[in-house]
Every structure is written in structure tokens, then in C-alpha cells.
């Protein structure tokens, strides 16, 4: 099975915006809508933020946001604030039936 | 709100098996539309999805571990467990108990916090 490939690391300004991108295949991201965003704190469990690539959970601010053209889906996060500073990792279904999960991407809230 | 909580030994002998469980607070395995399964994340690399049950007992897994794995459920203490067969270091990583969702269960809507699992002798 392929894996979905995220930048290792982004960074940002408080009150910026950033995109973190999963780059996948006509496998997975490219034939599905079933892309999702996690959050990880040092320490914590993951959080759901993002699921059927753009959908947020209730409870979840709006600021962050998703997307997705072609084999590319992107987790926006605008009004950047010091508690975005996390882990953020995404997933998709396959065509086999499984699902696949990105490297994970740094975020540094400078 | 829906809890779950891993447990089980931090320390497995290679070739022998890994077993844990996971207990669910806050709401029933046995509500229907969510699958209960594992996902790992071994040091440094990206999270692997192991499988995960139904709580009718139908089961769906990881080809790549498929032979070594067994999901099961006990919807009498509302757990579920895991068991991973001759592992080796390569099985060394931190494993979650997860909450699946959505049409094709592709949505992980609940984490455990996740126990560390060191295969050494």
C-alpha cells in the first residue's frame, strides 16, 4: 500500500495562515473523499480536526480548514495562534479496503 | 464522552506474542455504525493502521500483518483486544486504540492516549 507524503515541517507567524499538503494517489486521496486531518500535542492522543476532507467536527474551530484537488489534499489553518504549534498528520481510504496515513508535519508557531 | 484507555505489558520477548486490550468508557461497543481497531506509530515513522472489529465480531485488517493478527471483542466488559503474533522489533512502536466512523470507517473520531510497546529481550 502507498503512504501519503506530508512536508516534515511548516512554519508561521501568530495571525498567519499556513497549508500543509498530503500528497497521495488515484490509490487513495485521488479516488476517495475519505481524507482526514489529525492534531497531536507532545503527549497526547491524536484529534480528529478534519474528516471527508473538508468537514469539521463540532467543537472544532474554524480556522482550520480543508481541501483537496486531484491526488493533493491540504489542511488549512489561518488566524495561526501558539495552541496550533502541534503534530499534523492526515489519512486515506484505499482502493484495497485499508487506510494509509501521512508521515506527519511539524507546526511551528514562531 | 467516549474514553478509551489501552492496556497491557510495555515489554514483549521477540517471537513471542503481543496482546493488549482496550477498555471503553462513555458508550458501548455495541452501538451500531462504529468499528473499534488499532492503529501503531513505531518511533519517528508514520502511524499504520492494524484493523479493527465490528461489534458483531466481523473483522477487517492490514494485509501486511493480516497472518500475525487477531481482533476481538467482549462486549460483556465493552473491550476489545489486540494480539500480534512472533513479533519482532520491527512491532516496537506506540499502538492506539481507535473509534472508526463514517460510510467506509475511514474516520478515526476517538484516540486512546496510546501505550508504548518495546519488543527486547
Known amino acids: 500500500q502507498s503512504a501519503l507524503t506530508q512536508p516534515a515541517s511548516v512554519s508561521g507567524s501568530p495571525g498567519q495562515s499556513i497549508t500543509i499538503s498530503c500528497i497521495g494517489t488515484?490509490?487513495?486521496?485521488?479516488?476517495?473523499?475519505?481524507v482526514s486531518w489529525y492534531q497531536q500535542h507532545p503527549g497526547q492522543a491524536p484529534k480528529l480536526i478534519i474528516y471527508e476532507v473538508n468537514n469539521r467536527p463540532s467543537g472544532v474551530s474554524n480556522r482550520f480548514s480543508g481541501s483537496k484537488s486531484a491526488n493533493t489534499a491540504s489542511l488549512t489553518i489561518s488566524g495561526l495562534q501558539s495552541e496550533d504549534e502541534a503534530d499534523y498528520f492526515c489519512s486515506s481510504y484505499t482502493t484495497s479496503s485499508t487506510r494509509v496515513f501521512g508521515g506527519g508535519t511539524k507546526l511551528t508557531v514562531l | 464522552q467516549v474514553q478509551l484507555q489501552e492496556s497491557g505489558p510495555g515489554l514483549v520477548e521477540p517471537s513471542e506474542t503481543l496482546s493488549l486490550t482496550c477498555t471503553v468508557s462513555g458508550g458501548s461497543v455495541r452501538r451500531g455504525s462504529y468499528y473499534w481497531g488499532w492503529v501503531r506509530q513505531p518511533p519517528g515513522k508514520r502511524p499504520e493502521w492494524i484493523g479493527y472489529i465490528y461489534y458483531s465480531g466481523s473483522t477487517s485488517y492490514n494485509p501486511s500483518l493480516k497472518s500475525r493478527v487477531t481482533i476481538s471483542v467482549d462486549t460483556s466488559k465493552n473491550q476489545f483486544s489486540l494480539k500480534l503474533t512472533s513479533v519482532t522489533a520491527a512491532d516496537t512502536a506506540m499502538y492506539y486504540c481507535?473509534?472508526?466512523?463514517?460510510?467506509?470507517?475511514?474516520?478515526?473520531?476517538?484516540w486512546g492516549r496510546g501505550t508504548l510497546v518495546t519488543v527486547s529481550s
Open positions: 481507535t473509534r472508526w466512523a463514517g460510510e467506509m470507517a475511514a474516520i478515526v473520531d476517538h
Open positions: 488515484t490509490s487513495d486521496v485521488g479516488t476517495f473523499n475519505y
